[in-house]
C-alpha cells in the first residue's frame, strides 16, 4: 500500500515528540500519571527514573516515587525489551500478557541458556517460582538454593533462568530515593498481591505507545517493544488510526486525538537520565539525534538535550563529600543556551545534592 496522509518534517516530529514526552514544558501533574502515560520509565539504574520524572514534572517530589514504590503501587520489572522498567502497579498486571514473549527471547540469546544445556528449564524456572513465592530472595539466594536440585550446575546461570524468564520486582529498599540495597526479587503477583493479567492483546499497549511516541512506523513499534507481528497488528488497527509520510516517504501510524506540534516551539534544554526511553523507542531515531546519536559513549552518563537534539552528556561522581557534575557538549553553544545549560545544570544538582558540596565541570566540543 502506498503510504497516504500529510508530510511531517524532522522538526515536526521533534516537537512531536517533545510535546508528548512532557519535555517542552513541565507540568504539574501525579507521578503515577506520568508514568503510566510514558508507559513505564527505565530503571536499570535507581537514580534514573527520578531524574526522568524531574525533568518532566514542575515541583517533583522524589519523595512521591519513593512512596509509590513502598506502597507497592509501583514497581521495577524487567519489561520492554527484556529491561529493567519502573512501572505503576496496574501496569505490572496488564503489560505482562503482551509482552512475555520478550522473555523468552531474551533467554534465547542469553550466555546463562548456554550454560544450563540439556536443563529442563521450565521446571528450573518453575523451582524458582516456588523459592520466590515463599519469600524474596537474591540472586545469589536463589542460585544457591536453587543449585542443592541441580548440584555442579552454574548457580548464577540457574538464578538468572528465573530473573529473566519471570517476572521478577526488584523490592525496596532498593529503588527508594537516598536509600540503598542490594537486589532481592519477588515474583509481581506475590509482591502485589494479585495475579497477573491474561488479555495478551498487543493493540491497546501500541496504541498507548504511539501516544506517547507517535506518529511512527512499525518497525519503531518493534523497536520500543520487541513484540513480533507488529505490522499485522497494526493494519488491523488501520481504520481507529490516522498516517502520515515522514520526509523519507515512510508511513507513520498515530492516533487520531494525538497532537502533532508547531514545528517553530522553543524546546528548552533538558537533561535526562542515561536510558530514558526517548532515545530508545524508535528504529530511526533521526528525530532525536541532534549533534549527535546516542549509543555505547553514552553508558553511564545522562544526555543533554539543546534545541530538542541530543547535544552532549552528563555524569556526577562523588569523591570526598563533593558531588561534581562533569558536563560534555558535543557542539558549541549560543550565549543563550549557555545561560539556560547552566541555569538547569544548576537545578539538577539541588535536586540531586540539595544539602551538599557541589561543583559543575564544563568540557568543550574537540
Request: hydrophobic share 40%; proline share 8%.
Amino acid at each position: 500500500m502506498t503510504p497516504t496522509g500529510p508530510v511531517l518534517d524532522r522538526r515536526t516530529l521533534n516537537r512531536t515528540l517533545l510535546l508528548r514526552q512532557g519535555l517542552l514544558a513541565r507540568e504539574r501533574r501525579p507521578a503515577s500519571e506520568v508514568i503510566e502515560r510514558l508507559v513505564g520509565l527505565q530503571a536499570q539504574e535507581p537514580i534514573d527514573p527520578y531524574v526522568g520524572l524531574w525533568t518532566r514534572i514542575d515541583a517533583f517530589d522524589p519523595l512521591e516515587l519513593s512512596g509509590l514504590i513502598e506502597r507497592r503501587e509501583a514497581v521495577r520489572i524487567g519489561t520492554l525489551r527484556g529491561t529493567l522498567h519502573l512501572v505503576t502497579a496496574a501496569d505490572c498486571v496488564g503489560l505482562d500478557p503482551v509482552l512475555a514473549g520478550n522473555r523468552e527471547r531474551a533467554w534465547r540469546s542469553s550466555p546463562f541458556a548456554k550454560q544450563l544445556a540439556g536443563l529442563e528449564i521450565d521446571a528450573v524456572v518453575e523451582a524458582g517460582r516456588e523459592l520466590l513465592d515463599q519469600e524474596p530472595r537474591s540472586p545469589t539466594a536463589l542460585g544457591d538454593a536453587l543449585s542443592t536440585r541441580w548440584p555442579g550446575r552454574d548457580k548464577a546461570s540457574l538464578a538468572y533462568a528465573c530473573r529473566i524468564l519471570l517476572p521478577l520486582v526488584q523490592i525496596p529498599p532498593r529503588g527508594l530515593w537516598r536509600k540503598t540495597g542490594r537486589t532481592v526479587n519477588a515474583t509481581a503477583a506475590a509482591w502485589l498481591g494479585v495475579p497477573l493479567g491474561s488479555d495478551g492483546d498487543p493493540a491497546p499497549v501500541i496504541r498507548r505507545y504511539l501516544a506517547a511516541f507517535g506518529p511512527a512506523t512499525p518497525a519503531d513499534v518493534r523497536t520500543w517493544s520487541w513484540l513480533t507481528g507488529v505490522r499485522e497488528v497494526l493494519e488491523g488497527m488501520r481504520p481507529t488510526l490516522v498516517t502520515y509520510r515522514d520526509e523519507a516517504g515512510r508511513e507513520l501510524f498515530d492516533v487520531p486525538d494525538a497532537p502533532i506540534a508547531d514545528p517553530d516551539l522553543p524546546a528548552p534544554v533538558r537533561f535526562l537520565p542515561q536510558y530514558d526511553n526517548v532515545f530508545l523507542s524508535h528504529d530511526d531515531r533521526s528525530r532525536i539525534s541532534g549533534e549527535l546519536s546516542w549509543g555505547v559513549e553514552f553508558g553511564w552518563k545522562g544526555v543533554i538535550l539543546v534545541d530538542g537534539g541530543i547535544a552532549g552528556a552528563w555524569r556526577v561522581r562523588r569523591e570526598a563529600k563533593v558531588a561534581t557534575m562533569t558536563i560534555e557538549m558535543g557542539r558549541r553553544l549560543s550565549p543563550a543556551e549557555r545561560r539556560e545549560l547552566d541555569e538547569e545544570s544548576e537545578r539538577l544538582g539541588a535536586f540531586l545534592d540539595p544539602d551538599g558540596r557541589r561543583e559543575i565541570v564544563l568540557v568543550p566540543p574537540a
